[in-house]
Nanobody, 129 residues
Framework: VQLVESGGGLVQPGGSLRLSCATSGFTFATYTIGWFRKAPGGEREGISC????????WYTDPAKGRFTASSDVAKNTAYLQMDRLKLQDTGVYSC???????????????????????WGQGTQVTVST
């Protein structure tokens, strides 16, 4: 199993970035992809869940109205479109693959361990003037 994030970089406040999560080694179409981030000195926090089975979507409050998760099943790749970026969006962004949409929700809520998911290595997003 492999998940590889890309698309991070340096952007000014108000700008946009599109992160990609290229996957292999599992049946992408049946999994849910979660996006997470870890700010410098902070703990990992969940951003979104996107269910590839039915396009179910869920966002945490920091992402609502600004971030959009999606997937291209034909390419086994998930995306996170981030608009109107803020300074506090800075961090390492990682994607995770989970067997169910509810597992993604439970992972973000802290009800299950991170070992329940396949993880990528992360991509750095820096929002700065």
């Amino acid at each position: 199993v492999q998940l590889v994030e890309s698309g991070g970089g340096l952007v000014q406040p108000g700008g946009s970035l599109r992160l990609s999560c290229a996957t292999s080694g599992f049946t992408f179409a049946t999994y849910t992809i979660g996006w997470f981030r870890k700010a410098p000195g902070g703990e990992r926090e969940g951003i979104s869940c996107f269910g590839n089975r039915d396009n179910s979507t869920w966002y945490t409050d920091p992402a609502k109205g600004r971030f959009t998760a999606s997937s291209d099943v034909a390419k086994n790749t998930a995306y996170l479109q981030m608009d109107r970026l803020k300074l506090q969006d800075t961090g390492v962004y990682s994607c995770a693959a989970l067997r169910s949409f509810f597992s993604c929700y439970d992972l973000i809520s802290g009800k299950i361990s991170s070992t329940s998911a396949y993880w990528g290595q992360g991509t750095q997003v820096t929002v700065s003037t």
